[in-house]
């Protein structure tokens, strides 16, 4: 129904007010404004009911026709959002909220429904908690202090798939093949053996490679010195004489001179015949 100004101009130092003059057996909802010299501010969110004690001429039925959900929509993988719309059937009849029910809809069991309460004139909800990327029944009814009403539409709505965070990728320094276009691929743990034996074959090869030039280097080093050794400038110096003593036994040297213009030499021993026996330096 409409808001009425039950209580005016009440001190901003009071934090409770009375209220007089409401009807027996009828249910009320308040709610609060402030204001000073720059107007009024926003009301506040409504009380829930609030029923005067005592017995009363009108007793408000539970509402007939049930609420009809307008829009629903699938906010992220664990939530719903609605709206609706509420016409009441029987003489205006007073609501206090609404009962939201909710299951998965491939259960056929009544007692798998959830229900979310709504309270005061608010006309919408979301909906929390659900499982990701799962269908579901939803319902709504509306109640006052009568009881509730029949239920309105059903919705079937599903919620989002859960979004899987990406696995990092191992950062690789690519090779010269791989720069020209290939993709880079993440190694798995299965391949470091035969990535170790690679490597270490590769180390091998590399330094045999290294080593070729140096020894070709080598043994032209050593063959460059040996011709400079064999061809040198000048002619080899020709050797001083040599001079050969040639023992004579057994042969009488006449008056004790050597043939031609060698040398006799004495000899220290003396033979039996008490000549001595001499040797010609040629």
């Given at each position: ?20 003059g ?7 909802k308040?709610?609060?404004?402030a ?6 501010s ?9 029923t ?10 539970r509402?007939i026709?049930g ?6 929509e ?14 009441p059937?029987?003489?205006n ?9 909710y ?15 709504v ?32 239920f309105?539409n ?17 950062e ?18 299965s ?18 490679v ?25 002619p080899?110096?020709l050797?001083?004489c ?41």
């Open positions: 129904g409409d808001w009425t100004v039950a209580v005016g101009n009440i001190p901003p130092s009071r934090l409770s007010v009375e209220i007089a409401l009807e027996k057996g009828t249910s009320y308040f709610r609060v404004r204001v000073n010299v720059l107007g009024e926003p009301p506040s969110a409504p009380s829930k009911a609030y005067v004690s005592g017995s009363s001429h009108t007793h408000n039925e509402p026709a609420p009809y959900i307008t829009y629903n699938a906010i992220n993988e664990t939530t719903i959002m609605l709206k609706w719309t509420y016409t059937t029987n003489n009849t007073p609501i206090y909220g609404f009962y939201i029910f299951r998965p809809t491939d259960s056929d069991n009544d007692s798998d429904y959830k229900k979310d309460v309270e005061g004139d608010r006309y919408w909800h979301s909906i929390t908690d659900l499982q990701p990327e799962t269908a579901y029944d939803i319902k709504m009814q509306c109640y006052n202090e009568g009881g509730e009403s029949e309105g059903v919705v079937i709505l599903e919620t989002k798939a859960r979004r899987h965070p990406r696995p990092p990728l191992v690789t320094t690519p090779g010269p093949l791989e720069m020209e276009g290939s993709v880079a691929t993440v190694p798995r743990s391949d470091l053996p035969y990535l170790i034996v690679g490597v270490v074959l590769g180390a091998l090869v590399f330094i045999i290294a080593f070729i030039p140096f020894c070709l280097w080598r043994a032209w080093a050593k063959q460059k010195q040996t011709s400079d050794l064999c061809f040198t400038g000048g080899a110096p050797s001083s040599q001079y050969t003593m040639v023992p004579l036994q057994g042969v009488v040297l006449p008056g004790g001179h050597c043939p031609g213009e060698g040398a006799l030499l004495p000899h220290t021993d003396y033979s039996t015949n008490g000549k001595l026996p001499g040797y010609c330096l040629s």
